[in-house]
């Protein structure tokens, strides 16, 4: 079982910064890949960016690539998404997920993350 606990949404204006946590419990942190996905209502949730086990790997999504920053400290049980230069379209519910059982590849799809985070809202004004 893993526990999963986002924090540091809120609202900023766009070109604003925030920085997201996830702090983990259960299962070994440092065993797994990490992803972040959003959700805005009425969409399915979208994959943002994933991490692998030991923080050197990354994927990310086209729409946020060059401006979120993901990362893991291992001793803390944490992953953080650091997101620059905000959109008014980068408004949604972020939630961070755990993917404990198919090894060292990232997935994009929602599917493949067993377990989840309760989600941080995060809104950019325009």
């Known amino acids: 079982q893993v526990q999963l606990v986002e924090s540091g949404g809120g609202l900023v204006q766009a070109g604003g910064s925030l920085r997201l946590s996830c702090a983990a419990s259960?299962?070994?942190?440092?065993?797994?890949?990490m992803g972040w996905f959003r959700q805005t209502p009425g969409k399915e949730r979208e994959f943002v960016v994933a991490?692998?086990?030991?923080?050197?790997?990354?994927y990310y999504a086209d729409s946020v690539k060059g401006r979120f920053t993901i990362s893991r400290d291992n001793a803390e049980n944490t992953v953080y998404l650091q997101m620059n230069s905000l959109k008014p379209e980068d408004t949604a519910v972020y939630y961070c997920?755990?993917?404990?059982?198919?090894?060292?590849?990232?997935?994009?799809?929602?599917?493949?993350?067993?377990?989840w985070g309760q989600g941080t809202q995060v809104t950019v004004s325009s």
């Open positions: 997920a755990a993917d404990t059982m198919h090894g060292t590849a990232m997935y994009v799809s929602p599917a493949m993350y067993e377990y």
């Open positions: 991490i692998s086990w030991n923080g050197d790997s990354t």
């Open positions: 259960g299962r070994t942190f440092s065993s797994y890949v």
